[in-house]
């Protein structure tokens, strides 16, 4: 048997050697496009265009706009002299916020416990994660600026005056970087697309040429078809996925703190798990077309239950309830497990469980799939 | 160009498609039900988020504070712990993402009018999460002692409302509560239409690994005929599923359609020609399926995930990335959509990415022309 997989993986191998484009875009492309993701996804949301009317022109109003400036979040884009204006700039999508402070601002400033100023901050909700952090953004530097006017004019009082004080205590990622979380949800993703790609085509491409029922006549069996046609797939995955964790540690200083070894022994297990669902796919496509759009499908399905764009927690009960199908869902949960919280086998051994159990039925389905398309 | 001749490549390119129901499934209704499966997912806002306590405290005064922190449905507390290992533990299998620790004192210590302190642990790993579990607790916690402050200390109180000092009035148009659904839904479908851009792509390439492109050499087609007869079904097929995308889009997200539609569908047209012809591009240069599907995502999918401006807006992305998202026809499009769809704007408004996108289209397909050599390797 063994030798019977030893033919077949050096068959495999020598298209892949043979195909030049193939192998460099499998293994460089995905390196390169981490790079640019995780570059361009790094900084926080900031540089938002803004447009500004001032319509007080006095020191308290540059003030405020200073400190709003100062966060990073608005690019004061435009300076308008009329509130009708910043709509227009709304409207047609120059600007994503506008700040207008009235004429009365400073006046007012001097005497608010009569009638404290108010500032209008117009914002763009068509982006809401954009307008999110502009809210946030804003809400802050104006609390943080009622607390220094409180302390000016009451000297010696504190402003936090309240009963409860919460004390608050991040951890893993004490300074909130939104790229640690991003930046491993972007390298498993990549990761994932690119084995089920590899794998979704691969017999399919035998079947679509004809080449398939040739290997059926031979006294290969079907497991160790799919075997042979795993492990060149395997290779190729592991390179891209240590070359990528190698840029997401050194380059993207995503901390490492749990144990290499396990880190690296079930990235290969999912890995795996993954090139399962790509063999099914592919033992039950007709042609590598099909094989590819049905992979595509699969991989933004699967993009969703990463826990990228929303956390799954938070998702509806139905979609939390078929999230354990995905590998995906239980790989991300110990991939950031290990590198940002440094656990072991003990705190995710279940999700460890059911990747496994699903990589099994994936195994068999294309194991079935494959027999039952080619005696047809 | 002879129209007769790109007629017949037009004709036998949608046989292609037509004969092949299982293919012809997938490129019209695949982008759709992509649509309404991530639309679902993604328009979910943060709730229910499982935090966890620990209450040294044990008093009614504590019962009180939990009963108002899970008076809610931004978090729910769903563990009562007796010792940080065991939160260590929950924390460890991501079971919790936060931890509430009620000092001994703190009933005493509010019932004589003392402040005190109530420790929060939050799990960083995802600080999307960790703000809202933040916002939320730590508001409601101050709430809770304001409350107590109101009834025993009301001298306190005056003080507190006169930090008002400047009174910032947000007003947020086009989708008031910010909710992920009018922002994101319509960005939606420029991503899943990158799904037709990889089959006409693969088309191309199925043709060059079959050989069957060379018995095409032999006709006296020209490669102008040839490329755009193959483009026009892919665009035809791929105009159906924009406009049930939209339809997705409005009837079951409730998403506005404040635009025009007859404007909607040129610009649909316009970034669908403008992708596939990248996709042609790129197909000139390989010449196997594996090759393309690679290609694809690369391309495509990936891109316009994190490129297009869905979840990052192009804004804060680095020059030189800025740049290269200008080249991703979905970062136009995303933008068309947003603005067609939710603010209503019309081609005044919308020129610039339209014309980047008829630019992109016409400066692909001439260079597809241009390096597709018509001859046999």
Redesign the interface.
Request: hydrophobic fraction near 50%; avoid cysteine; charge should be negative.
């Given at each position: 048997m063994l030798y019977r997989i030893w033919y077949l993986i050096t068959k495999e191998l020598l298209q892949l050697a043979r195909?030049r484009?193939?192998g460099p875009?499998?293994l460089i492309?995905?390196l390169l496009?981490m790079s640019?993701?995780a570059?361009?996804?790094a900084?926080?949301?900031?540089?938002?265009?803004t447009a500004i009317v001032d319509l007080d022109r006095s020191a308290e109003s540059r003030a405020?706009l200073t400190a709003l400036h100062n966060t990073d979040t608005f690019?004061f884009n435009y300076y308008l002299t009329t509130p009708p204006q910043v709509t227009a700039y709304?409207?047609?999508?120059r600007a994503?916020a506008g700040i207008v402070i009235p004429a009365d601002y400073s006046r007012r400033?001097a005497n608010?416990?009569a009638e404290?100023?108010?500032?209008?901050?117009?914002?763009?909700?068509?982006?809401?994660?954009?307008?999110?952090e502009a809210?946030?953004s804003?809400?802050g530097v104006?609390k943080h600026?009622?607390?220094q006017?409180?302390t000016e004019a009451?000297p010696g009082?504190s402003?936090d005056?309240?009963?409860?004080?919460?004390?608050?205590?991040?951890?893993?990622?004490?300074e909130?970087?939104?790229s640690?979380?991003t930046v491993p949800s972007?390298m498993g993703?990549?990761l994932f697309?690119?084995a089920l790609?590899?794998a979704?085509?691969a017999i399919a491409?035998e079947r679509e040429l004809g080449t398939l029922e040739q290997l059926m006549v031979t006294p290969i069996r079907r497991l160790e078809l799919i075997l042979a046609k795993s492990i060149p797939a395997v290779l190729l995955g592991y390179l891209v996925f240590l070359s990528m964790l190698g840029v997401a540690i050194w380059g993207f200083s995503v901390p490492m703190r749990g144990h290499w070894g396990l880190l690296l022994a079930v990235s290969f297990c999912f890995i795996l798990i993954e090139l399962g669902f790509g063999l099914m796919i592919s033992a039950y496509a007709?042609?590598?077309?099909?094989g590819?759009?049905?992979?595509?499908?699969w991989?933004?399905?699967e993009?969703?239950?990463s826990?990228?764009?929303?956390?799954v927690?938070?998702?509806?009960d139905i979609?939390q309830k078929i999230a354990p199908i995905f590998p995906i869902y239980h790989y991300m949960?110990i991939f950031?497990?290990i590198l940002?919280?440094g656990?072991g086998l003990?705190?995710?051994w279940p999700h460890l469980l059911v990747g496994l159990a699903i990589g099994s039925v994936v195994l068999t389905l294309a194991v079935w799939l494959l027999g039952r398309q080619t005696w047809e | 160009m002879s129209i007769r001749k790109m007629w017949a490549v037009l004709v036998k390119e949608s046989r292609h498609i037509w004969r092949d129901p299982a293919t012809l499934v997938l490129l019209l209704l695949a982008p759709v039900l992509l649509m309404i499966i991530m639309s679902y997912a993604l328009v979910a806002d943060i709730r229910e988020v499982p935090i966890a306590v620990l209450d040294f405290s044990q008093s009614q005064t504590s019962r009180q504070l939990l009963a108002t922190l899970a008076n809610s449905q931004d978090v729910v507390i769903n563990r009562t712990v007796a010792g940080y290992t065991e939160a260590e533990r929950l924390f460890d299998r991501n079971q919790i993402k936060a931890l509430v620790v009620i000092p001994p004192e703190f009933a005493t210590a509010l019932s004589s009018g003392r402040p005190v302190q109530i420790q929060i642990l939050v799990d960083g790993t995802d600080p999307t999460t960790a703000e809202h579990v933040i916002t939320h607790v730590v508001g409601r916690s101050r709430m809770f002692g304001y409350n107590i402050a109101l009834k025993t200390l009301p001298a306190q109180i005056s003080r507190l409302t006169a930090s008002q000092w400047i009174d910032l009035r947000p007003r947020t148009w086009y989708n008031p509560n910010l909710k992920n659904t009018h922002g994101i839904v319509p960005a939606m479908i420029p991503l899943v239409l990158s799904l037709p851009a990889l089959a006409v792509m693969n088309a191309l390439v199925r043709e060059k690994e079959y050989g069957t492109l060379e018995g095409i050499f032999a006709t006296p087609l020209g490669r102008s005929e040839l490329l755009i007869g193959k483009l026009i079904p892919y665009v035809l097929t791929g105009l159906i599923s924009a406009v049930l995308c939209a339809l997705t889009a409005v009837q079951v997200f409730g998403v506005p359609f404040n635009g025009s539609l007859g404007l909607f569908v040129i610009l649909a047209v316009d970034f669908l020609l403008a992708s596939f012809s990248m996709g042609i591009f790129m197909a000139t240069f390989i010449s196997s399926q594996a090759a393309s599907s690679v290609l694809g995502l690369l391309v495509f999918l990936f891109p316009g995930f994190f490129l297009s401006g869905i979840f990052y807006p192009v804004a804060s992305f680095p020059d030189l990335v800025k740049e290269e998202s200008q080249w991703l026809p979905s970062t136009h499009f995303v933008a068309i959509v947003r603005g067609l769809m939710v603010k209503g704007q019309g081609l005044t408004a919308l020129y610039q990415p339209a014309l980047m996108l008829l630019a992109l289209a016409v400066m692909m397909t001439f260079l597809s022309v241009f390096f597709f050599k018509k001859r046999l390797k």
């Open positions: 195909n484009i193939f875009l499998v492309g995905p496009e640019l993701v570059w361009a996804t900084a926080p949301i900031e540089h938002l265009s405020l690019d709304i409207e047609d999508g994503v400033l608010p416990q404290p100023p108010e500032v209008a901050f117009i914002l763009d909700g068509a982006d809401p994660i954009s307008a999110r809210l946030n804003a809400q104006v600026l009622n607390q006017l409180f009451n009082q402003a005056t309240t009963l409860v004080q919460p004390r608050l205590r991040v951890r893993y990622n004490e909130m970087k939104k640690i979380y972007e993703l990549i697309a690119i790609m590899v979704s085509i491409r007709q042609n590598q077309t099909q590819l759009m049905l992979a595509f499908t991989v933004m399905i993009f969703f239950f826990g990228y764009g929303v956390p927690e938070t998702m509806p979609l949960i950031r497990g940002l919280k656990v003990a705190a995710f | -």
